[in-house]
């Protein structure tokens, strides 16, 4: 059976960014696999940076870190019906080349630099390219837009450029990254989005994306937030609490739908449940003449994912 590939860089932004168009997959019966590629067990005795002691710091499972991050990312692609496939990498911050005397010095060792060029002696790239697709009967590909310049997602996406020679060989749907793409949003403009989609335009000039947006069921999203909630070891390193995180991600999901929405809450077909307004007065006889009108309720808000599909020139 063919499957959906969904390549994610970190152990949680393919579930963030596309959740709910996993969980309405696999409720079609549809194969899913979920590959992270940054999800190797760092080794012991790294030198401190600034970096380094900042995660651990907030995040909430101190020497364990990635092992409970694992575990939560295997319980949220359970949850959404999904394969799991966590591949030996290191994370940017964990990635070390040798320095003088044999110390290791930190590629990465503050946060400006994850978003900055791709280091001298980073070999995750090259690894990672040299890397066969884990699931040989892909019929589409998932990766980050990068609309979060990461040097992981970008890492990440140049394998699926491979994997599926630039959509030629296998279509190729670059995605979103939530939180990353509604940063600065207000309404429809996304400015991380605007500023990949222009360097996609400057820097690969062959090819074409266009948009996607993919309008969920309520069933899709509710198994998305319920795949979220896994995340408990880094919630508060993104948003404040749950509430938060919810409060954000319905707002981003509801406002990815505006371009399909097709009702303006006009006029419509009379539903069900309302309230019933009255004009007119009733007499003892009946000798009134009422008139009743139907005011419908608000339509239930309505979420989606956004895709970018890859084509050639």
């Known amino acids: 059976m063919s499957c959906h590939l969904f390549i994610s860089p970190h152990l949680d932004d393919v579930v963030l960014s596309c959740g709910g168009t996993i969980a309405n997959l696999t409720l079609h019966h549809e194969r899913v696999v979920i590959v992270t590629t940054m999800a190797g067990e760092p080794p012991v005795g790294l030198p401190s940076t600034p970096l380094l002691e900042a995660v651990r710091a907030r995040w909430q499972s101190g020497r364990n870190l990635l092992a409970v991050r694992r575990m939560e990312d295997a319980h949220a692609?359970?949850?959404l019906g999904a394969q799991i496939i966590h591949l030996p990498i290191y994370e940017s911050i964990f990635r070390m080349a040798p320095g003088a005397g044999g110390v290791r010095v930190p590629l990465y060792p503050n946060e400006a630099s994850v978003y900055g060029d791709m280091q001298q002696g980073d070999d995750a790239h090259i690894t990672l390219l040299e890397m066969a697709c884990p699931c040989e009967d892909a019929a589409i590909i998932y990766a980050p837009l990068c609309a979060d310049t990461h040097i992981d997602h970008r890492i990440a996406r140049d394998w699926a450029l491979k994997l599926t020679h630039s959509g030629k060989l296998i279509p190729l749907r670059f995605y979103e990254e939530f939180p990353a793409a509604s940063v600065g949003a207000s309404g429809s403009s996304r400015p991380n989005v605007r500023y990949a989609l222009q360097g996609y335009r400057m820097n690969f000039p062959p090819y074409l994306l266009s948009l996607v947006v993919n309008v969920l069921p309520p069933e899709a999203v509710q198994a998305k937030f319920d795949a979220m909630r896994c995340y408990q070891s880094h919630v508060g390193v993104l948003w404040q609490d749950i509430a938060a995180m919810?409060?954000?991600?319905?707002?981003?999901?509801?406002?990815?739908?505006?371009?399909?929405t097709t009702s303006s809450g006009g006029t419509g077909p009379l539903r069900g449940t309302g309230t019933l307004r009255g004009t007119g007065t009733l007499g003892?006889?009946?000798g009134g003449s009422p008139n009743y009108s139907v005011v419908p309720p608000p339509p239930p808000p309505t979420y989606a994912e956004r895709f970018w599909n890859v084509t050639m020139e």
């Open 246 to 260: 919810e409060q954000q991600t319905r707002t981003f999901m509801n406002v990815s739908a505006s371009p399909t």
């Open 77 to 79: 692609a359970h949850i």
């Open 284 to 286: 003892a006889s009946g």
